[in-house]
Nanobody, 116 residues
Framework: QVQLVESGGGLVQPGGSLRLSCLAS????????WSWYRQAPGNQRELVAT???????NYVDSVKGRFTISRDNAKNTLYLQMNSLKPEDTAIYYC??????????WGQGTQVTVSS
């Protein structure tokens, strides 16, 4: 059984940094593509960053140059380093596998709030 547990969120001032972690327990982590998503109140969940098994990364335009996705295959853990945070980054952040047809059940996510 695969469980997704996100952590590392919190309250931070604009311009600050946070590092999120996603532990994918029981998954075949190293051969899969993994992504971070976020969802703000009233909005749909959006794809933020992706890390492929081959080592390539992709980002939504709004976070390019500020966020960095990485992974530790030995620990079945996905990370998201978030720098220069903006109020519009406020959302619940989730991780999951790609493609969409192979996603696991969503975890509870971790709340990121950027406010002065």
């Amino acid at each position: 059984q695969v469980q997704l547990v996100e952590s590392g969120g919190g309250l931070v001032q604009p311009g600050g940094s946070l590092r999120l972690s996603c532990l994918a327990s029981g998954s075949i982590f190293s051969i899969n593509t993994w992504s971070w998503y976020r969802q703000a109140p009233g909005n749909q969940r959006e794809l933020v960053a992706t890390s492929t098994s081959g080592g390539s990364t992709n980002y939504v335009d709004s976070v390019k140059g500020r966020f960095t996705i990485s992974r530790d295959n030995a620990k079945n853990t996905l990370y998201l380093q978030m720098n220069s945070l903006k109020p519009e980054d406020t959302a619940i952040y989730y991780c999951n596998r790609l493609p969409a047809s192979r996603r696991y059940s969503w975890g509870q996510g971790t709340q990121v709030t950027v406010s002065s």
